[in-house]
């Protein structure tokens, strides 16, 4: 299967570009019964629209989606659910300086090289925008897993360039529109970006997602394990470089006695290994934080070569974010809820009938 | 298909327990005609192999590897290539003492959960010693990749718990049993793991595993992408907690202008996206750094449950890397390299036909 | 993955119901570089179009496909191929009076009993309409497989009911609406379908496809077989009972003498293995053969149950093919041609270095 | 995936060559829990095992099987089964002959045409000896079936050459060496048999395959139907030609009237569908033909070709079955059993939560 499908038994096929007529997925696996329309995958998708803050695109785009099959009288029927987001606002002629340039740090020149071809409006294929998708996906994956099991993804911005945010609580996180877990930085941010937009550079962002109450027993040895697809889903979003569970690079330097999770009669004393041992979940938060590169198109002069190979420079008009991690927040918990679906349904499959024989108090 | 393959073309499908009678592996997909015999898997099982300084866990294992099928008068026949690799040194009596409890850290727990049975020797299907099958397969790969492309895959120890070592020079790495990069901090590795063992605790490691002369364009959007299966790979190697490609977490405080790669018509200019751009190779090195956590296994005694949930301590005789990064080296390059092997083959699959429009110089 | 993606690297994966909105493909693993427009695919819809004679369902649709990614300025890029078909002419008042009832030797039962929902509206997914998505994705293989490989996909009905039609020439197959390869059985079976229609039954058919051309060397073994993917090809076409390669059923009274082609300089003297031996293609004229059973929805009153459990009689009015199989030959070439197109691309990502050592003359 | 791995969540992994050291096997995804050992799978190992007669291959092969993982003490822990069974009576010098030819009907030349290299001892990969992993496997899952869900999966020879069998009972099938469902017709196939070898010919079969009390709702739309995966489960055995599944060919003929099977409170009153409606099974007997070819390997003298494109004429000495078909059974029904298996876990993991709605008297 080529690289446009996610997935063993919820499975999501993506489709489209960035200046194409539309984005589009089929979601195959959901289970049947399950209430679903298009709101619900809107509401997830209002969340990481571009435009709704002076710090993204601003790009217009309704990014309203259509359910076109897989449901019927407001339940899903247990067939392929088929999605559709039009594009609206393309602005092709925004890359027509670019087009037999490559951008710094940006897919053009890979993908001309590996195919041969390439749709240089809007990065194509490679736009972030593709995202769209998987969070339509994922809004289908966060309800059924939390009708069925419960379960919540919820993830917040965990540092914005060189401003680290702790966490603080959840309740502001969805009131602004950074994600930040800490109100009291807004302003804070808000100034940083504002000098950043300005200077026309871009800046890389840190994002914590967690899934809360997830059963413990999710997962497959040996390659199959969750948090080694949790790793594939979240290095798959643009502009990730790098994946962590648990404690992560911390681990490098604790020792054993300090890392090992002790255990009591009511579950874990500690989580270090972020809800996730020998590759199946333990019945605790599934932890995992995500660095996202800087956004490549940039307002700076740049040196490069254009497709004959000669050197010039490049700089991007076009409208974009000066920092994709922003808007990633609802993504990555997309991808996450996507992750742990399928696992879930991988594990009723083969363990149906088993009861775990440990209850802890 | 469950958790034991991976891999879409080139494809490794793993068996066996810490304590059964045998390992065993089959890669799927080689090309034919590959000279290939035993003592090529030999070599790179012998780089992990147990026993081989104090500084690892004393368990005696030859680790002989005998080819079963998919060879035929020295080269491969493009068949399923099946290998075994035999248990001896099995001590099994050492788990008695830890049969009814949970290791901090280790997988008895979930294993017990999900399945509802465990094969608590040694760890079962969850011991580290599985990885013989992933350096077997990688064995493979490296040998075809180097014939067939050049390329050449390998790595070095980062970081020591506490001690970080920068590279100094590759000329080093296979002539000490910590594949340290640099020939002068070796004594200063001896003591503190001497310290450590003495002391009965573990620690965390990091690896940084390197590709060399990967062509571009291997890699496949948008959830295919090279460096997501590179995620992958390394999260599912056991300990594993953290992976970083090219400049990983630090690009979370990086400016665009400072992280995007500019390039001159003999190349890139930099190196932070470690080879990988929209998830395809750039024909830079492809770089990946792991984060390993200390060894579950330690001598300290821990608080933990039994099988009944009661309160009890556990501590682990046994015979147990102190860190298992000291040998993930030889392991992080097989994934790395089976990965690659992967890509190469979807890459030739799908584009056969094309020449990349652009040549640097 | 799920049972609506079809393929392993040329990957189809279709969603949509008979009565929804639309049906939608997206065919993932296309090489770039291939010209490709909505006439392409349309033209092959055009063939299994219904409303084209009398003899088949007079449901209107004009069946407009919509490509909406993966092609720009003409030309294939590489990434996911998605498209649209909007359904137009449906009438689920016809439905009304089968809603609660199970229609004999129809999936009306079995859907409800799996997913406890059904989408009873023209049967939903389980719908022969849903070949369209087949039939666009087979026009891509197809020419692919011509541009790249010569290779030619057709096919022809073999027999209407009781009437065989014995092979006479290509000529006349697309100048009715039989695909009838000898134009003077064509009075026949207008009267036969006249009467059949009349009397308000239906009746099977057969249909022969065959791939000329198609190169020596494709195919896996052991289960990766290309005529074991055909197979399930087949099958997988709605009303399909049973499959043939080469000599099919009459194998088994043959002697070996009688069923080994044998072979001289210039190439084989027989095809009884219809140009496949051992799972991997001859070089040969790859031949198939298939039996459609007789549509289930018929006129007549039939003896079934509701979803009570409760006896009672069902007909069917709606308007409905008396003989699938007479619309069935573009679809089989489609699949036909998805399969040859998955194991030209197979084939290429593990053999490409290879050249067959025998030239036939 | 290659060609050597079968199955969905139920996976089998196959390697070994008829003149190698060993055919080996890995079944991923059985539940665990399941009482198993060595004498379950060498059982069924033991009914299609050469030499049990005159008629079939006097090769004498104890095919012992050793499970090697995946079970402890004596239940399945839910990883990876892999077993071994070490071939001993291999002649190769029966092969010298040959080594240079193509056998008429055989995978001689294609294996040779695609990779380049072939392993020609004994038809290498493409021996018929490689179903022993098959008819291992198929007995994980038969007995799973049978455990689980009381499923029962057994055949018997429907025809011999020219000599139909019809059913009588499955008393007999079992306690003679032809599967003869008719205990009166023996004699008529021994003598069959006997001219038969002495002709120093071949001869093809048909064997009919039935899962008995198949609960409904195995099976997806559209791809992933049941009898499509069956159909490519039976296309992948050797010299299968041929597969129908209920009516099969029969339908061509019929009316929609008459195959089209009627439903009562107390369910279906016919099975002409072979217990699948739309892909998905309907709680009815699964019935499966298929069609055998004769052996390619016979005494008598064929023209042929040699590696260097020269015309040569080939004759077998070796040990061969005049006609595979006589040991087929196991085999079709380990196939059945691995696919229904499949399946049953692929439902469960979609439809875990569903009660069928309706309740049949």
Redesign the interface.
Known sequence: ??????G??F???????SH?????G?V??????LELKNEDLQKELDRRKPGSSRHVTQRRETDAV?I???V?EG?T??????F?IRNEDQRSKDYAGIAGK??????D???????????ARG????SAR?TVIRVAAGAIAKKWLRE?YGVGVRGYLA?L??IAIPFRSWDSVDQNAFFSPDPERIQELETFMDQLRESG??????VNVVAQKVP??????????L??????????I?AV?????????????????????????RGF?GN???G????????QDVTVSI??????S?R?P????D?????TTVQTAGRHDPCV?IRATPIAEAMLACVLMDHA?????????????????
């Open positions: 299967m080529s690289g446009n499908s996610f063993t038994l499975c999501l096929t993506s489709f489209g570009e194409g007529p539309a984005y589009g089929v195959d696996g959901c289970p049947p019964g259509e076109l099959s897989g019927y339940k029927t247990g067939t392929a659910i088929g559709l490559f951008r710094p740090g940006h897919a020149y890979t993908y001309l090289q590996k195919y041969g071809v390439r749709d990065g194509g294929r490679a593709e069925r540092q360039g060189p550079d871009s800046v890389g962002a840190r413990v027993g999710w997962g497959e040895p040996v390659y199959g394990r948090d080694a697809d949790i790793a594939a889903a979240m290095m798959s643009n470089k790098g994946v962590e569970i648990g404690a992560g690079f911390a681990s490098v330097a604790q020792k054993g006695s300090e890392h090992g999770d002790e255990m009591a009669p004393l270090n290994n972020g996730v041992l020998g590759g199946i979940s333990t019945g660095a996202l590169k800087p956004t490549s940039i700076l740049r040196r490069t070569i497709i004959h190979g000669q050197a991690g349904l991988r594990h009723r499959a083969q363990c149906g009938d088993v009861t775990p024989p440990v209850a802890l108090r």
